[in-house]
């Protein structure tokens, strides 16, 4: 038995083996872009540390991406065969990876919660519960998760203190704390200035209180710390270029795109060409910047070429209707039909993700579908009943906007001033600022009176 860096016991004989695992870990918590290579070494060190199968597993499912699920079981098969006597809280891990690969997220969340209480310092539970139930669309277990772990940290634990800071950060922001968030997540960055997950905690801050020009001095300061990092660098620059749109930029918007966040030559997108969070980034800022009269060029092809691979696979929610803006957009119709199709398949299964791909991805994905097809009325008609419940898709209040500005450009086009001032003091609930000082939505304002 050996021990890691926060103290817990590792069923392994190997002094290389919790080494690695220590850096496998740190390389988690800092977004690391080399994490393959660590969880290599790690297994390479101990190929029978049933953990770092776990892992494994866990890391594979990260990926939100159905056609990786396999190659998960069989770290999952792995890991209980080399975890028949390991410690209760390793076995529990690997209770956790068997629920979420069947798509029972309740249960996973609920394991790693078992977990922390015994072990509030098993930063890997506390990170993927943070993770899972900020995809799920629950900041307040976000936050009462971190409320309950923080005692166990200080500042004397140095940068791993700082990643709870930044959780702490971020939770308190999606709960709409965002007097309590700010100072946690700079002092993350104090601790470490290359913390992504601090950076971007902050950059949210300060987009739900409309302080651009210091969200953009904020993303510039720090960019240089972001090198080794994974694809959150692109979610932060597509921060930097939300703030560009809403100053009016929109050209800075588009070279922001072509070189940061959707960079086509970049060795980031060429190796993951189809990452959620950089569809996310991209067909959210294509469709704002449309409702804006902005020509695109042809830059949702590629987008639709990828949604096109991706039809059936439902594992990320708040994904799927953005796959859907692209297909569209695209004029590929009938490849959007078949994806909703897939969409009202999964919605049939078991698991977590079945009825909320039901009840939200499928009308909204509907609603966009009759949108471009000039149906507006059809798209308002279909899209609200799940206004109330679509923040169960995932996403922050600055991703989920985007649903809303769906729903505001079919009110607009239907010209419907009862749906309009539902959706904008729907957002004006939210932010800190009046939604006409927010560019995407004046002309709904405007129209409905507020």
């Not at 639709?304 to 594992?315: F, M, N, Q, T, V």
């Not at 097809?373 to 923040?391: F, I, K, S």
């Amino acid at each position: 038995m050996r021990h890691d860096a926060q103290g817990l016991v590792l069923s392994t004989a190997s002094d290389a083996a919790a080494a690695a695992y220590d850096h496998l870990v740190n390389g988690y918590l800092k977004y690391r872009l080399d994490l393959p290579q660590r969880l290599k070494a790690l297994l390479e060190a101990d190929p029978e540390f049933g953990l770092a199968h776990c892992i494994q597993g866990y890391f594979t499912m990260l990926a939100y991406k159905q056609a990786v699920v396999p190659m998960a079981a069989k770290s999952e098969a792995l890991a209980r065969r080399f975890t028949e006597h390991a410690t209760p809280r390793e076995r529990a891990h690997v209770e956790a990876l068997a629920a979420w690969i069947a798509g029972d997220l309740d249960r996973a969340v609920e394991l790693w919660e078992h977990i922390l209480a015994a072990h509030p310092r098993d930063v890997i539970a506390f990170r993927l519960a943070h993770f899972v139930n900020f995809w799920l669309g629950r900041p307040q277990d976000m936050l009462a998760s971190v409320q309950r772990v923080m005692p166990a940290w200080s500042s004397a634990d140095g940068k791993p203190f700082g990643s709870m800071l930044a959780c702490y950060c971020f939770a308190q922001e999606e709960a709409g704390n965002l007097i309590a968030a700010e100072p946690a997540g700079r002092r993350a960055i104090e601790i470490d200035p290359g913390d992504l997950w601090a950076a971007h905690a902050v950059a949210h801050v300060l987009e739900m209180q409309g302080r651009r020009t210091e969200g953009l001095q904020w993303l510039a300061a720090l960019a240089p710390n972001w090198e080794g990092g994974n694809n959150l660098q692109h979610h932060l620059w597509w921060h930097a270029a939300l703030y560009k749109l809403e100053q009016g930029d929109t050209a800075a918007v588009l070279d922001l795109y072509d070189t940061r966040y959707r960079n086509q030559n970049s060795p980031l997108v060429i190796a993951q060409p189809d990452v959620y969070i950089d569809v996310q980034n991209a067909a959210a800022m294509l469709f704002r910047l449309e409702r804006l009269g902005v020509d695109v060029g042809d830059r949702w092809g590629e987008l639709a070429d990828k949604a096109e691979g991706r039809i059936g696979d439902c594992l990320s929610g708040f994904t799927l209707p953005h796959w859907i803006m692209a297909l569209t957009a695209s004029g590929r119709t009938e490849a959007a039909e078949r994806m909703i199709a897939g969409m009202r398949e999964f919605g049939q299964g078991h698991g977590t993700m079945a009825p909320i791909v039901r009840d939200y991805a499928v009308p909204i994905s509907e609603a966009l579908v009759a949108l471009k097809a000039g149906r507006a009325t059809e798209a308002v008609a279909l899209m609200r009943p799940a206004l109330g419940g679509m923040y169960r898709l995932g996403g922050s209040h600055a991703q989920q906007d985007v649903l809303e500005q769906i729903f505001a450009e079919a009110a607009l086009q239907s010209d419907s001033a009862e749906d309009l001032r539902l959706i904008v003091e729907r957002v004006s609930g939210r932010r800190q600022l009046p939604p006409q000082r927010s560019i995407g939505w004046r002309k709904a304002a405007a129209r409905a009176n507020l």
